[in-house]
């Protein structure tokens, strides 16, 4: 259990919602992070973490679908594909260790993924690497199930380097992406843990629910006009590797 969720984790959790949400993704691994930072038993990380996953970017997937700029059929096949390897990535046991582990070297992975530059690499004919993208999807669905990730902060790098589509179809993929392999990752965390451990764990953590739904309103939709995309994305991967390390360390 969480106890009583302090102002500054709350915080933390709503500026880290506000940085994702304004690059287009969910927080979920730095969520995790923060939560096995604060104490929280590391069995109970994931199901928070995909909970404040789905949250943050739901508001922004329907507002990517009502805008039209939603790839259905490509984004359709690789969260169709990930969904599955997610459940099971819920369902795996895993020790503490392995896990901080993991953690640790995914939140390393998406600094340098952060830092990968892709302003105009939506422009222009696709490479012959993009027919590929959906062989990403399973392992990326798998990992996002497994330590309370979505999986769309590694697949976007991935779609812009391979000049998939242009940049907000990439975003609006990786955001749909995020949505349904947190759902279905919460699934499997849930049918491992109990459903008694959820109630517990999401009750207790209420407020940290409240925060990233706060922030990631104000991150989809006023971030981007305060500081330039890039400087946010520069500052959350800096975060990010930060804690990242800080949990290796720790292993």
């Not at 104490?39 to 949250?55: K, Q």
């Not at 096949?77 to 020790?95: D, E, H, N, Q, S």
């Not at 422009?123 to 769309?152: E, K, W």
């Not at 391979?162 to 947190?182: C, E, G």
Request: aromatic share 8%.
């Amino acid at each position: 259990m969480i106890g009583a969720v302090p102002a500054l984790l709350a915080l933390a959790f709503l500026v880290t919602a506000l940085l994702y949400a304004s690059v287009g993704f969910g927080g979920g691994s730095t969520y995790a992070a923060l939560l096995a930072i604060s104490g929280l038993d590391y069995r109970l990380l994931p199901m928070v973490a995909l909970a404040c996953n789905i949250v943050v970017v739901a508001g922004g997937t329907v507002r990517f679908a009502r805008a039209g700029v939603t790839p259905w059929r490509g984004a359709v096949v690789m969260t169709a594909l990930a969904a599955p390897a997610a459940l099971l990535g819920g369902l795996t046991p895993i020790g503490e260790a392995s896990f901080m582990a993991l953690l640790g070297a995914s939140l390393v992975l998406t600094a340098a993924t952060m830092l990968i530059p892709v302003d105009g690499q939506g422009d222009g004919q696709p490479t012959r690497f993009a027919r590929f993208m959906p062989v990403a999807a399973a392992p990326l669905g798998y990992l996002a199930g497994l330590v309370g990730i979505g999986g769309g902060i590694f697949l976007a790098p991935l779609l812009h380097l391979a000049r998939w589509k242009d940049a907000r179809a990439i975003a609006a993929t990786a955001s749909i992406f995020i949505l349904v392999n947190s759902m279905f990752g919460l699934v499997g965390q849930l049918l491992k843990q109990g459903p008694g451990a959820f109630g517990g764990a999401v009750g207790a953590a209420l407020p940290l629910l409240i925060a990233v739904a706060i922030g990631g309103q104000i991150g989809s939709l006023m971030a981007v006009k305060v500081l330039p995309k890039r400087w946010i994305r520069w500052l959350t991967a800096a975060l990010v590797l930060v804690v990242g390390v800080r949990l290796l360390a720790w292993g």
